[in-house]
C-alpha cells in the first residue's frame, strides 16, 4: 500500500482564504519534507522538518511522528500559491524520500 | 542553492529505441536519485545512489539502468523503451546523513511512440 497518504487530491481556493493539506504516513517517518511543484513543473523545497513545527511567511508545517502524519497550512492564500504540494517521507537513516501523490491547489481571484 | 542539471530536457522516441537521461549535481552531494512522475501516482522512486560506482533499486526499477560515473553524474537508461515509459523523469540530490533537503532538476519529459 500507499506508504504516503495525501489528502485532498485537489483543492480550489479563494484568494485571501486558508487551508489545510495533510499526509499520513504507514512508515516510520523521522523526517518530512515539503515541495511545490509550480505549473512549469519545476520542484521547489518548501519545508524540511524533523518532529515539530515551522513557519515561513504565510505558510506554516508541523510534523507529529508519535501520530505518523504532517500538516501544511496556508494563510491568506494568494495567485502565485497555485501548484501541485507534495509531501515525502523519511523513514530514519535509510536516505530515501517517500513521496505522496499530491495536492493540485488552484486559488482563484 | 544546490544546482541539479538534466538533459535532455524533452525527448521522443519509438518503441524499443534506446533513450539516456542525464543528470549532473555541482553540490558534492552524496545522493542522487531518478524519479518519475505520472498523474495519480506523485514520485515513484526508479533508482538511487549514495556514491560514484554505487546503485541502489528504488520501487519502480523494471525496465530501468542506471550508472553513477562520477560524484558528479548520475544515469538513467532505457534500453527498450516502452510506451509504459513515457512520463517526466526527475533526477534529485541531497547530502547524506539522512534528513538534509531534497534538491530537484527540472525534469526531463519522455514520450515513448
Known amino acids: 500500500g500507499d506508504k504516503v497518504k495525501q489528502s485532498p487530491s485537489a483543492l480550489s481556493l479563494q484568494e485571501g482564504t486558508n487551508s489545510a493539506l495533510r499526509c499520513n504516513f504507514s512508515?516510520?517517518?523521522?523526517?518530512v519534507q515539503w515541495f511545490l511543484q509550480n505549473p512549469r513543473g519545476s520542484l521547489m523545497n518548501l519545508f524540511y522538518l524533523v518532529p515539530g513545527t515551522k513557519e515561513n511567511g504565510r505558510l506554516k508545517s508541523a510534523f507529529d511522528s508519535k501520530e505518523s502524519y504532517s500538516t501544511l497550512h496556508i494563510r491568506d492564500a494568494q495567485l502565485e500559491d497555485s501548484g501541485t504540494y507534495f509531501c515525502?517521507?523519511?523513514?530514519?537513516?535509510?536516505?530515501?524520500?517517500?513521496f505522496g501523490s499530491g495536492t493540485k491547489l488552484t486559488v482563484e481571484p | 542553492e544546490a544546482a541539479v542539471t538534466q538533459s535532455p530536457r524533452n525527448k521522443v522516441t519509438v518503441t524499443g529505441g534506446n533513450v539516456t537521461l542525464s543528470c549532473r549535481q555541482t553540490n558534492s552531494h552524496n545522493y542522487m536519485y531518478w524519479y518519475r512522475q505520472d498523474t495519480g501516482h506523485g514520485l515513484r522512486l526508479i533508482h538511487y545512489?549514495?556514491?560514484?560506482?554505487?546503485?541502489q533499486i528504488g520501487d519502480v526499477p523494471d525496465g530501468y539502468k542506471a550508472t553513477r560515473t562520477t560524484q558528479e553524474d548520475f544515469f538513467l537508461l532505457l534500453e527498450l523503451a516502452s510506451p509504459s515509459q513515457t512520463s517526466l523523469y526527475f533526477c534529485?540530490?541531497?547530502?547524506?546523513?539522512?534528513?538534509?533537503?531534497?534538491?530537484f532538476g527540472e525534469g526531463s519529459r519522455l514520450i515513448v511512440v
Open positions: 512508515i516510520a517517518a523521522t523526517t
Open positions: 534529485a540530490s541531497k547530502q547524506g546523513n539522512s534528513g538534509n533537503t531534497l534538491y
Open positions: 545512489s549514495y556514491g560514484a560506482g554505487n546503485l
Open positions: 515525502a517521507a523519511e523513514a530514519g537513516g535509510y536516505n530515501v524520500l517517500y
